[in-house]
């Protein structure tokens, strides 16, 4: 199983709209549903953004959203604030039950 | 509020074996879950190691299947991990994170141990 490509930094301004892509294969994004993202701070808990796609945990603003098609996933920010800043990870399932995750993209307000 | 906290040597000797334990708070871990440990070496992505239920059941990734064992200690409310024959290749920072029954994404996560592979 390999990796989920990501692209490796994105950037925006304060109130900016960023897109982060993951793009897998047929055998993990184009198969699964169950793709959830997680934001990732120095000497924090990793934190879950977003589950089966589109659903936000209890507490993530709703400027953060999901979306999928085919073997792509992409997370959006919108009205971007300070506090995204951090590394992102999408991640999913593979047709072996094994999880995979992306290479991770560094937001940048 | 269930929180996990993982604790480990901080450095393991090559060819040693690296063992972590995560405390889990605020839930049992005899609770229907999966647990599931994910690495992060230095400069690198996440990696899924692999996962333990509750019930025992365990799940690797095919990559690390020869060197690993997970478990649950119920008395202790504890997950573990061990891991043989390391290598430089396993510094990391590791992580254990709760995967819940009819789900597929992990919260909550602990905020990782970093272990060193040297000599």
């Known amino acids: 199983q390999s990796a989920l490509t990501q692209p490796h930094s994105v950037s925006g301004s304060l109130g900016q709209s960023v897109t982060i892509s993951c793009t897998g294969t047929n055998a993990d994004l184009g198969a699964s549903n169950y793709v959830s993202w997680y934001q990732l701070l120095p000497g924090r808990a990793p934190k879950l953004i977003l589950y089966d796609v589109i659903q936000r945990p209890s507490g993530v603003p709703d400027r953060f959203s999901g979306s999928k098609s085919g073997n792509t996933t992409s997370l959006t920010i919108s009205g971007l604030q300070a506090e995204d800043e951090g590394r992102y990870y999408c991640s999913s399932i593979d047709a072996n039950s094994v999880y995979v995750f992306g290479t991770g993209t560094e937001v940048t307000v | 509020q269930v929180q996990l906290q993982e604790s480990g040597p901080g450095l393991v000797a090559p060819s040693e074996i690296l063992s972590l334990t995560c405390a889990v708070y605020?839930?049992?871990?005899?609770?229907?879950?999966?647990w599931s440990w994910v690495r992060q070496p230095p400069g690198w992505g996440l990696e899924w190691l692999g996962e333990?239920?509750?019930?025992?059941?365990?799940n690797y990734n095919p990559s690390l299947k020869s060197r690993l064992t997970m478990s649950v200690d119920k008395s202790t409310n504890q997950l573990s991990l061990r891991l043989t024959s390391v290598t430089a290749a396993d510094t990391a920072l590791y992580f254990c994170?709760?995967?819940?029954?009819?789900?597929?994404?992990?919260?909550?996560w602990g905020q990782g141990a970093r272990v060193t592979v040297s000599a």
């Open positions: 605020g839930f049992s871990v005899t609770s229907p879950a999966w």
């Open positions: 333990v239920h509750e019930s025992g059941r365990t």
């Open positions: 994170a709760a995967v819940q029954n009819v789900t597929n994404y992990f919260a909550p």
